[in-house]
């Protein structure tokens, strides 16, 4: 049995949407032209299997050092990959489970969508697994990204179809909120295909790990307030210096299950997940919705766990991420965020086909 194809072949790259006036009223940036090397440069067609905490991905796409060019497949499901209760080993049958995933994805790629260069990779889930060992003498090949390594391809893979919109001049930072851990960067594009990395840091909190708070937690916002306060002691030891980003990107499914609602409530439209791609979400509304959601909970007292619906629990999820991301946003005093659809997995792919990734100076 194969995996799921439930993505049209043949999709083109995401690209920005037009941004609202805000944005583009901004001081126009020169954009350095290709050069004649870049233009020549044949694609190549390469495979990426996540294995995240929450969820697995598969992307196939068409890919030169400057960016992607075509996207042939993308799918995704629940991961296999969990822990033992009450510890952080990966037993057997999830291992089990995992390698006949990554065979099949693995097969997929090179047998239905002509991949020869398959990666396959995963984060904090096995990295902070206590047989982390095994796991990687099971799947042999298995990619284990760092945290450093985590951050920056997840900042080339939000921006890298911003490259236009971030310019050559203004810095950026790019907010990736996942179940294992957040990671946020900082950086620029000195030139085309070539992505500048000011600083960075990972914070090992993501959505699932609040799921394992909210039974000692003395109320939803105590608990919704961990993944926020994390980050915002982390930004307190940045050391970006002068670096003051322009635009922000974000990455994670609760800015983008809050920018469908945001957008059907203001316009009555309803968006695909494909098409959020380069739209916008104002701080205030966050702020807003953050805000009423810890009003509407704060008398909702624990055991979390065992007295409070799941589905307001998830919403409790999806608030914490908002927190994450307005934390940044308040910090650079940005008045909007750009949600991405690209992720992480495109990251990798990108550096596979040869994107350049450097370490910037703040100034």
């Not at 790259?13 to 020169?30: D, F, G, I, K, Y």
């Not at 699932?208 to 916002?221: D, F, Q, R, V």
Request: glycine share 8%; aromatic share 6%.
């Amino acid at each position: 049995m194969l995996l799921p194809e439930n993505a049209p072949p043949d999709e083109p790259a995401p690209r920005a949407r037009a941004l609202p006036n805000a944005t583009r009223n901004r001081p126009s940036v020169r954009i350095a032209p290709m050069t004649q090397d870049a233009k020549e440069t044949k694609s190549e067609r390469y495979g990426v299997i996540e294995l995240g905490t929450r969820g697995y991905r598969i992307l196939v796409a068409d890919a030169t050092p400057t960016g992607i060019e075509r996207v042939v497949f993308s799918t995704g499901g629940l991961t296999p990959l969990y822990y033992s209760p009450h510890t952080r080993t990966i037993p057997p049958a999830s291992l089990a489970d995992t390698l006949r995933l990554v065979s099949l994805a693995v097969r997929q790629c090179r047998s239905n969508h002509g991949s020869a260069k398959v990666t396959a990779f995963t984060t904090e889930v096995v990295r902070a697994a206590d047989n982390r060992a095994e796991v990687l003498q099971t799947i042999p090949g298995l990619l284990v990204l760092d945290p450093m390594q985590e951050a920056y391809l997840s900042c080339l893979g939000a921006s890298s179809s911003f490259e236009s919109t971030c310019g050559f001049e203004q810095g950026f930072v790019t907010i990736d909120q996942g179940g294992g851990s957040t990671e946020v960067a900082f950086g620029r594009y000195p030139r085309v295909g070539a992505l500048g990395v000011v600083d960075h840091f990972s914070v090992p909190v993501g959505t699932k790990a609040l799921e394992a708070s909210w039974s000692t937690a003395k109320s939803i916002p105590d608990a919704t307030e961990t993944l926020a306060d994390a980050v915002a002691e982390a930004l307190d030891r940045r050391k970006t210096g002068a670096f003051r980003p322009a635009i922000a990107i974000a990455v994670g499914s609760s800015i983008t299950q809050f920018a469908q609602e945001y957008i059907r409530n203001t316009t009555g439209r309803r968006v695909s997940l494909p098409d959020l791609h380069g739209t916008t979400v104002p701080r205030s509304a966050l702020r807003e919705r953050v805000d009423s959601f810890t009003a509407e909970t704060a008398k909702i007292k624990g055991p979390i766990g065992d007295t409070v619906p799941p589905e307001l629990l998830d919403h409790a999820a999806q608030i914490a991420g908002l927190s994450t991301y307005l934390q940044v946003l308040d910090a650079f005093e940005l008045d909007e965020i750009i949600v991405s659809r690209q992720a992480l997995r495109h990251g990798v792919l990108l550096k596979r086909a040869g994107h350049v990734v450097q370490r910037l100076a703040a100034s």
